[in-house]
């Protein structure tokens, strides 16, 4: 299976946005044909998804520094850009366990969350086996903070979605597009 089918699989695109997608597909090609369609938040989990990892982690910083964050909001951000200039094992894990210990509820644990699931183990640190965390998990993060960071301006949601995703296409290979906008 391609790596788009696959990446389109794990992120659980639409069954409309699976029907758009060709195994052949360069991935800026198939993340604007899903723009083109009117999919928006399936294109955004689909460039999440097809990004190497720190490059995800640090599109989603780009995006954040681009939103007005809360003190707590700040913090995780914080996080997720101090792993991606430095992803040592320790920010990693200080990422992992800010948003571990936020069960996950808030958009200041999904952008920690985004680093704290690039890597490691997603077991405590006491336990000797490492449990490593699915692939496409930092993905889930990013594309979820992004929808949350978009929702913070309503009217505009569908706008900063799509000006986001431009923004990574540049980091696949493709254009950033004239009717960028975030």
Not at 23 to 47: M, R, Y
Not at 60 to 89: I, N, T, V, Y
Request: contains cysteine; charged residues 15%; neutral net charge.
């Amino acid at each position: 299976m391609s790596t788009i089918l696959i990446a389109a699989e794990q992120m659980d695109l639409s069954p409309e946005a699976l029907a758009l997608l060709t195994a052949d597909s360069a991935p800026a090609a198939a993340v604007e044909t899903l723009i083109g369609a009117g999919l928006g938040p399936d294109a955004l989990k689909l460039v999440a998804r097809l990004l190497p990892r720190r490059y995800a982690v640090g599109w989603l910083c780009q995006c954040a520094r681009a939103m007005p964050l809360d003190f707590a909001e700040k913090s995780g951000a914080a996080m997720a850009e101090k792993w991606m200039r430095d992803p040592s094992e320790a920010n990693r894990r200080a990422a992992f366990e800010f948003a571990n210990a936020g069960n996950y509820k808030t958009l200041a644990t999904f952008l920690a969350a985004a680093a704290g699931w690039a890597g490691g183990s997603l077991a405590p640190t006491a336990q000797a086996v490492p449990v490593p965390p699915p692939e496409h998990l930092t993905a889930m993060a990013v594309a979820g903070a992004i929808n949350s960071l978009c929702a913070k301006v309503p009217a505009e949601v569908d706008v900063r979605r799509i000006g986001f995703i431009r923004e990574a296409l540049v980091l696949l290979g493709g254009s950033s597009g004239a009717s960028s906008a975030a």
